[in-house]
């Protein structure tokens, strides 16, 4: 490799969805090292996640394998009322309107994929490069990102051409990178209870399967959402993972009580009883489904203000890091993996040491603006509106070909 094109040392904070994708985009040409700070199974709850076309798209320049991860199509909404009762559906044609589907998985099973498609043997892949090196245990507490030197939890200072911070909405180090009064999380009022049901707990529990699972096994799939209708802003959204054999039911209420567990973690342990106190008058065979699944998780939904900046010499932020979003536009972790596609940037020909905190600055510039434009659809769909409404915005949030696509054309314009 020509000392103008050679190899660079990336470092990438936190083993999320983000911080994985850059590493496998990142990794063909690159020396890449992964550190995070909890163990292998950090954050692997298996609850349920939705891919929209945007990310989809990068994802299968990845290599990305649906069947490992048993992704069921979403093709198209349904909103009902608690009691089950028809109000709203539409088909919602994916492919042909943005060149890709839209896909649901369990979370535990995209995070490994994604985590294979980082460190798999290159001829596992058919790519070039060498794998990605993860290091848990040990995540990132300090940096100068001037300098590209990382200080570790145990102390060690690493240095790197490139560190990438993707630690999550609660980042350690986004006040080093975007200043010490750089916006904090800010809570939406709302709360999520996440559960995952089998088929044959459901079974089990109502005697066979809901009209509305057997209708996912057998017809159009939906993303479903029931709503309270009666200004609660109760509402639980419900779609299949593995192939339907199991149904992800989110239920998302105004926060009744602040706790510290869910202020500081996405995946905190919830309250079975309260999450069926809350929904006790929805659809008797939803409560019982909520009261079979054996994990319960609570997350009080928060995003962040636009920060001023994401890059500071060698080091960028992105993910929930630099853009947190509530998951009412299923859009959070699909714009962590455009950032992560950025980073094509740093493949191109020719690129060295010297041009990388240019190139980083050019990733935020083009990265930023588009963030912005998804949080802000988030917001304005996401309480008191009807499930038409929540749709419209869907045009803007899907479409995106790549940095590369937009490049070319800033230049046109």
């Not at 020509?2 to 990438?12: C, R, T, Y």
């Not at 349904?78 to 539409?90: A, S, W």
């Not at 959204?237 to 009580?257: A, D, P, Q």
């Not at 500071?312 to 596609?341: F, V």
């Amino acid at each position: 490799m020509a000392e103008e094109d050679k190899q660079l040392s990336i470092i990438i904070v936190g083993s999320g969805l983000a911080g994985l994708a850059a590493a496998r985009i990142l990794r063909e040409k690159h020396q890449v090292t992964v550190y995070e700070r909890g163990e292998p199974s950090t954050a692997t709850g298996g609850q349920g996640i939705a891919n929209f076309p945007n990310a989809i798209k990068i994802m299968r320049q990845m290599g990305f394998d649906a069947e490992r991860t048993g992704s069921v199509p979403i093709q198209g909404f349904r909103t009902l009322d608690k009691h089950g009762n028809l109000i709203f559906d539409t088909e919602f044609p994916f492919q042909e309107k943005y060149g890709a589907p839209a896909l649901a998985h369990m979370r535990v099973d995209f995070r490994a994929e994604l985590l294979r498609l980082a460190t798999a043997p290159s001829k596992e892949l058919g790519i070039g490069g060498e794998p990605a090196k993860i290091v848990f245990n040990n995540g990132g507490k300090d940096i100068d990102g001037e300098a590209g030197e990382l200080t570790l939890d145990d102390g060690t200072k690493v240095k790197a051409d490139v560190i990438i911070i993707a630690d999550g909405i609660h980042s350690r180090l986004r006040p080093k990178i975007a200043g010490p009064n750089c916006p904090t999380p800010k809570k939406s009022g709302l709360t999520c209870c996440r559960v995952a049901v089998t088929a044959n707990e459901a079974i089990d529990a109502l005697g066979s399967l809901p009209s509305w699972w057997q209708e996912q096994k057998t017809g159009d799939r939906r993303i479903m959402v029931f709503e309270a209708r009666d200004g609660s802003d109760r509402i639980m959204v419900v779609y299949g993972l593995r192939h339907t054999s199991y149904m992800n039911m989110s239920c998302i209420f105004v926060t009744k009580e602040e706790k510290e567990s869910t202020t500081n973690s996405w995946f905190a342990d919830g309250d079975r009883q309260e999450m069926l106190d809350i929904f006790h008058d929805f659809d008797p065979s939803l409560v019982k489904l909520l009261g079979v699944a054996t994990e319960v998780k609570l997350w009080e939904l928060q995003d962040i203000e636009p920060l001023d900046t994401w890059t500071k010499g060698r080091a960028i932020l992105i993910g929930d890091a630099a853009h947190a979003m509530t998951p009412l536009q299923g859009q959070s972790a699909n714009i962590g993996i455009e950032d992560a596609e950025a980073f094509k940037l740093l493949m191109q020909p020719g690129v060295s040491r010297k041009d990388v905190p240019t190139i980083l600055k050019r990733i935020e510039d083009v990265r930023k603006p588009r963030a912005l434009a998804v949080l802000n659809n988030t917001r304005k769909t996401s309480r008191g509106v009807s499930g038409e409404e929540r749709y419209k915005v869907m045009d803007e949030n899907c479409t995106y070909d790549g940095i590369m696509k937009v490049l070319e054309d800033q230049k046109i314009q």
